[in-house]
């Protein structure tokens, strides 16, 4: 048997007390968790689950003692000693992906064996259990993140776009990892020479120990950590979902809750523009306020705890309309059917129509405002252009760390795209400055953003040293995929129900008496929620509302 390391920071939870972590259940409630599952006995040094394994599943200790470790540089690490009425298992028991530690026998006794299956039959059916495990299981990914121990090291540079891409989706995917600046870390030429990767090579993405990846894909980092893995894309399911931001995931969780076999396609990660409000403060229920990435990262796994599947990295880019069941085909050409769709696919930022805009982004130019860009751009001057809520919100914490902001729209003011409460923390906060009727006229940099300049109305042109700016202003829907399956506004958005006019709906074919139901396309069965669709009202709640809304028309459909 290996020998454990018992570093003392391989427990130490910061977020949660170790009781919260690792409850230990009462007999009653051990015996109810082993109707679920197999009784299994265990002698000292049985490995119950080997790290990476492809088939997740949790134990609970009847007797005897469970060591789980981790693998970090060849030797293990323990991360938790667990006894009697305690149990293992954290979130990606839910998702089916592989798993980030071993689990193995410290002391002869007997565990009761749960495969994913019946874990997820469990947390549907039994209140207290369901509830006691998702607790835990939820806090002990929280600690593996805050602690950084995953299965991934990341070698980049703060200065690197790529960088930055592969720390977003890593950390908003909610995955574990270390990242070592290499700007930071001189002393890297060991770790570097054992996977043969030169500085050139940055960033680079060291996968479970064994793979090294230079400047991955999002798609190459799901399939290296097997994000995907335990998901059929060929069974033909009741609701294809497209977009895992707030309509999306309220639409999975809905539609997963009430019976339906519900896949999820996601291009990048769960969250969608919401995951770049760095703290939502008007959304019901969260007076103190919630950061868009938490409320994304709660509603993921609360769609999976129903039975929802979520598809990470595999965007679609083609509706097959003119077939039943319809036909989802996402980026690697293959595809999906669904008996119905929801397209959640929201809206992107629109970009800055600067001629050289691509090099900085990521580089000094960026469309989200989280911890991690907030870092980028401690005790710096930077510039946030757009005059909505999310504009607001980024101002408003950046300003908590930036040495100064600029707030830059183009109208005369904030009053007519701002809620109240923001223009009012703007216009008291003596660190954020407002230009109104003002643009960005261009950007200059070798390799990252050094120069910004600006020009106001009747003003002449100003040039600034600022490194960061964060583009949140205006929307460009994400529909160009559907191409000719469902009638889109002059604007590209994607019109539904009541807002299709009979002639629309006599040109796209619509065959039935009845009208369209609320959120439909001028497709039957394909809904469309959230920000993609036409005269959608831009608000959390109200894309949260509609992706709940559209299940039940999905159940009228599928009924026939």
């Given at each position: 048997?290996?020998?454990?390391?018992?570093?003392?920071?391989?427990?130490s939870p910061r977020t949660a007390s170790v009781e919260r972590l690792f409850p230990t259940l009462s007999t009653g409630q051990v015996e109810r968790?082993?109707?679920?599952?197999?009784?299994?006995?265990?002698?000292?040094?049985?490995?119950?689950?080997?790290?990476?394994?492809?088939?997740?599943?949790?134990?609970?200790?009847?007797?005897?003692?469970?060591?789980?470790?981790?693998?970090?540089?060849?030797?293990?690490?323990?991360?938790?000693?667990?006894?009697?009425?305690?149990?293992?298992?954290?979130?990606?028991?839910?998702?089916?992906?592989?798993?980030?530690?071993?689990?193995?026998?410290?002391?002869?006794?007997?565990?009761?064996?749960?495969?994913?299956?019946?874990?997820?039959?469990?947390?549907?059916?039994?209140?207290?259990?369901?509830?006691?495990?998702?607790?835990?299981?939820?806090?002990?990914?929280?600690?593996?993140?805050?602690?950084?121990?995953?299965?991934?090291?990341?070698?980049?540079?703060?200065?690197?776009?790529?960088?930055?891409?592969?720390?977003?989706?890593?950390?908003?995917?909610?995955?574990?990892?270390t990242y070592i600046d290499v700007d930071r870390e001189p002393v890297l030429q060991e770790t570097l020479d054992r996977f043969h990767v030169a500085?050139?090579?940055?960033?680079?993405?060291?996968?479970?120990?064994?793979?090294?990846?230079?400047?991955?894909?999002?798609?190459?980092?799901?399939?290296?950590?097997?994000?995907?893995?335990?998901?059929?894309?060929?069974?033909?399911?009741?609701?294809?979902?497209?977009?895992?931001?707030?309509?999306?995931?309220?639409?999975?969780?809905?539609?997963?809750?009430?019976?339906?076999?519900?896949?999820?396609?996601?291009s990048t990660a769960p969250g969608g523009q919401a995951a770049a409000s760095s703290k939502i403060e008007n959304y019901l229920g969260f007076p103190?306020?919630?950061?868009?990435?938490?409320?994304?990262?709660?509603?993921?796994?609360?769609?999976?705890?129903?039975?929802?599947?979520?598809?990470?990295?595999?965007?679609?880019?083609?509706?097959?309309?003119?077939?039943?069941?319809?036909?989802?085909?996402?980026?690697?050409?293959?595809?999906?059917?669904?008996?119905?769709?929801?397209?959640?696919?929201?809206?992107?930022?629109?970009?800055?129509?600067?001629?050289?805009?691509?090099?900085?982004?990521?580089?000094?130019?960026?469309?989200?405002?989280?911890?991690?860009?907030?870092?980028?751009?401690?005790?710096?001057?930077?510039?946030?252009?757009?005059?909505?809520?999310?504009?607001?919100?980024?101002?408003?914490?950046?300003?908590?760390?930036?040495?100064?902001?600029?707030?830059?729209?183009?109208?005369?003011?904030?009053?007519?795209?701002?809620?109240?409460?923001?223009?009012?923390?703007?216009?008291?906060?003596?660190?954020?400055?407002?230009?109104?009727?003002?643009?960005?006229?261009?950007?200059?940099?070798?390799?990252?953003?050094?120069?910004?300049?600006?020009?106001?109305?009747?003003?002449?042109?100003?040039?600034?040293?600022?490194?960061?700016?964060?583009?949140?202003?205006?929307?460009?829907?994400?529909?160009?995929?559907?191409?000719?399956?469902?009638?889109?506004?002059?604007?590209?958005?994607?019109?539904?129900?009541?807002?299709?006019?009979?002639?629309?709906?006599?040109?796209?074919?619509?065959?039935?008496?009845?009208?369209?139901?609320?959120?439909?396309?001028?497709?039957?069965?394909?809904?469309?929620?959230?920000?993609?669709?036409?005269?959608?009202?831009?608000?959390?709640?109200?894309?949260?509302?509609?992706?709940?809304?559209?299940?039940?028309?999905?159940?009228?459909?599928?009924?026939?």
């Amino acid at each position: 048997m290996s020998t454990v390391n018992r570093a003392p920071e391989a427990l130490s939870p910061r977020t949660a007390s170790v009781e919260r972590l690792f409850p230990t259940l009462s007999t009653g409630q051990v015996e109810r968790l082993a109707a679920h599952g197999r009784r299994v006995p265990m002698r000292v040094g049985d490995v119950l689950l080997d790290w990476n394994a492809e088939r997740p599943r949790m134990f609970v200790i009847v007797s005897g003692r469970v060591e789980v470790v981790r693998m970090t540089e060849g030797a293990e690490q323990l991360v938790a000693d667990l006894g009697p009425g305690q149990f293992t298992g954290e979130v990606s028991l839910l998702s089916g992906r592989r798993t980030l530690v071993r689990v193995r026998a410290a002391a002869e006794g007997e565990v009761v064996e749960i495969d994913r299956d019946h874990s997820l039959d469990l947390l549907q059916t039994d209140a207290e259990l369901g509830g006691i495990l998702m607790r835990a299981f939820v806090l002990r990914r929280v600690e593996l993140i805050a602690q950084g121990l995953g299965d991934v090291v990341l070698l980049g540079s703060d200065h690197c776009a790529g960088t930055l891409r592969i720390r977003e989706f890593l950390s908003r995917n909610g995955h574990p990892f270390t990242y070592i600046d290499v700007d930071r870390e001189p002393v890297l030429q060991e770790t570097l020479d054992r996977f043969h990767v030169a500085m050139a090579d940055m960033p680079v993405l060291i996968c479970r120990g064994e793979l090294f990846l230079r400047n991955p894909t999002n798609e190459q980092i799901a399939d290296c950590l097997g994000f995907n893995q335990a998901i059929d894309t060929e069974k033909v399911r009741d609701l294809v979902v497209v977009g895992a931001g707030p309509s999306g995931l309220a639409a999975a969780v809905y539609g997963a809750s009430e019976g339906l076999d519900v896949l999820v396609l996601e291009s990048t990660a769960p969250g969608g523009q919401a995951a770049a409000s760095s703290k939502i403060e008007n959304y019901l229920g969260f007076p103190t306020g919630i950061s868009g990435q938490e409320l994304a990262g709660r509603a993921y796994t609360q769609a999976q705890k129903f039975g929802a599947q979520v598809l990470i990295a595999k965007g679609a880019t083609e509706l097959s309309c003119e077939r039943r069941p319809f036909a989802v085909r996402f980026e690697n050409g293959r595809t999906v059917p669904a008996r119905a769709v929801i397209i959640a696919t929201g809206a992107a930022y629109r970009k800055l129509p600067l001629g050289n805009l691509s090099q900085f982004e990521g580089a000094g130019v960026y469309y989200f405002a989280t911890h991690m860009e907030s870092a980028l751009c401690r005790d710096e001057e930077i510039v946030v252009v757009g005059g909505g809520n999310g504009a607001g919100q980024a101002a408003v914490f950046l300003a908590d760390s930036a040495k100064h902001v600029h707030v830059l729209v183009r109208g005369d003011g904030l009053a007519d795209t701002m809620s109240r409460y923001l223009i009012r923390r703007i216009e008291d906060n003596p660190r954020i400055t407002l230009h109104s009727r003002t643009e960005i006229t261009a950007l200059e940099g070798d390799g990252h953003l050094a120069y910004v300049s600006w020009k106001g109305a009747g003003a002449a042109e100003e040039r600034h040293p600022v490194r960061h700016v964060f583009v949140m202003t205006g929307a460009e829907p994400n529909a160009q995929w559907l191409k000719d399956c469902v009638v889109l506004d002059d604007k590209g958005f994607i019109k539904t129900g009541p807002d299709l006019t009979r002639e629309e709906l006599a040109g796209a074919g619509w065959p039935f008496d009845r009208q369209p139901y609320l959120l439909e396309t001028s497709l039957p069965g394909v809904f469309a929620v959230g920000d993609v669709r036409a005269n959608n009202m831009k608000r959390v709640a109200s894309a949260v509302g509609e992706g709940s809304s559209a299940v039940a028309f999905v159940h009228r459909v599928l009924r026939g």
